[in-house]
């Protein structure tokens, strides 16, 4: 084991950039930033698919999936960092969070457990199917 001298990750570690502007910047030389360029995306605007979703035939769901957009977006747009969240991440989840919700409510309409060919109870397909699609959310 190297007792001194030069060697990779030895001395102090650098201050978090954060802490850097907290203190005005003390080495005076300019911090590092990232700037992001994303000033063409609107996400108040919901995508397409979302509308068809919910003109669906038979879907019965108490929520909508413009609604749980309509959420996500109010929730995010205080923080002005809406901007810096891909358009994809907000879609994945509204999406999940919806498929998630159709399942619990469609599994309150249905039996949770069963019993198997030896006659031991089971919990059906279709919860197991719900709690995944929980932890996916």
Known sequence: ?????????AGRKPKPLSQ??????????????????NASYNPSTPPAY?????KKKGNINPIS??????EVIE????????HL???????????AN????QAHFELSNTGNVGKNSKGDMVIS????????????V
Not at 50 to 54: C, H, I, R
Not at 65 to 70: A, E, F, G, S
Not at 75 to 82: I, N, Q
């Open 1 to 9: 084991m190297p007792k001194g001298g030069a060697r990779k990750g």
């Open 20 to 37: 850097k502007i907290a203190e005005g910047n003390p080495g005076k030389r300019p911090l590092k930033k990232i700037e992001y360029d």
């Open 50 to 54: 979302l509308a068809e979703l919910e």
């Open 65 to 70: 999936p413009m609604d749980i957009y309509r």
């Open 75 to 82: 929730y995010l747009e205080p923080t002005e960092c809406l």
């Open 85 to 95: 969240i891909p358009k994809t991440l907000i879609r994945e989840h509204v999406m």
């Open 98 to 101: 919806y498929n998630a919700v």
């Open 125 to 136: 397909g279709f919860a197991e199917i719900m709690l995944k699609m929980q932890k996916r």
